[in-house]
């Protein structure tokens, strides 16, 4: 069965601080692993996807098989980062039905 | 549109009744998912349609529920017998047929059943 793992509901740091948000998953086959933002009022939206291994306002996340982990890291967080943040599991065939973690809420404080 | 427009964007509605709640994709788009979240929760697949078709209707809790696309483009969700446990937000995404592309969310449909 596939599922996601987010373990902070909640996490705050302050601005300039680096942060990691969580993210373990399982599934047997070959997963497509991304991560969604939610910023207040707004819709959600495409963060990064592990297999385009880019850097997105100033995010990282590297998709580790071994430990089945995909956590997303900034090295300096930035007070508009405040937002929620869900990890996804795509089955990795065609179609995206993802499996969506219960995500994270970062808050940053100045 | 310039993105997916789902309607309304806030429904209540009495334990029992029936409710259809309406998707525009973007146009061009050939996938359609819908998914339900409800508070605290990360979003729950429900149905993803390629072109006319339901592709994967593996999440649809119950035979209350149950979503068309007749003409590849807009989509309805029906709930019948509407239940206090269905309130929840339905999201509605869309993808382009090249590959695997990215999703994009509308803003979602807010139902309560009271």
């Known amino acids: 069965a596939q599922r996601v793992t987010q373990p902070e509901k909640l996490l705050s740091v302050f601005k300039g601080a680096p942060v990691e948000l969580k993210c373990n998953y399982s599934?047997?086959?070959?997963?497509?692993l991304f991560w969604y933002v939610q910023y207040s009022r707004q819709r959600l939206q495409l963060l990064l996807r592990h297999i385009s291994r880019e850097s997105i306002k100033g995010f990282t996340a590297d998709l580790n098989k071994g430990e089945t982990s995909f956590h997303l890291k900034k090295p300096f967080a930035q007070e508009e980062d405040s937002a929620m943040y869900y990890c996804a599991l795509s089955r990795g065939d065609y179609g995206q039905n993802f499996v969506f973690g219960p995500g994270t809420r970062l808050s940053v404080l100045p | 549109g310039a993105g997916v427009s789902q309607t309304p964007s806030n429904k209540v509605t009495e334990k029992g009744k029936y409710v259809e709640l309406r998707c525009d994709p973007i146009?061009?788009?050939?996938?359609l998912y819908w998914y339900r979240q409800s508070l605290g929760q990360g979003p729950e697949f429900l149905i993803y349609f390629q072109g006319t078709g339901a592709a994967d209707d593996s999440g649809l809790p119950n035979d209350r529920f149950f979503a068309v696309r007749p003409e590849g483009s807009v989509s309805t969700l029906k709930i019948q017998r509407t239940e206090r446990g269905d309130s929840a937000v339905y999201l509605c995404a869309s993808s382009s047929p090249e590959g695997r592309t990215e999703a994009f969310f509308g803003q979602g449909t807010r139902l309560t059943v009271v």
């Open positions: 599934y047997s086959g070959s997963p497509e």
């Open positions: 146009s061009g788009h050939t996938a």
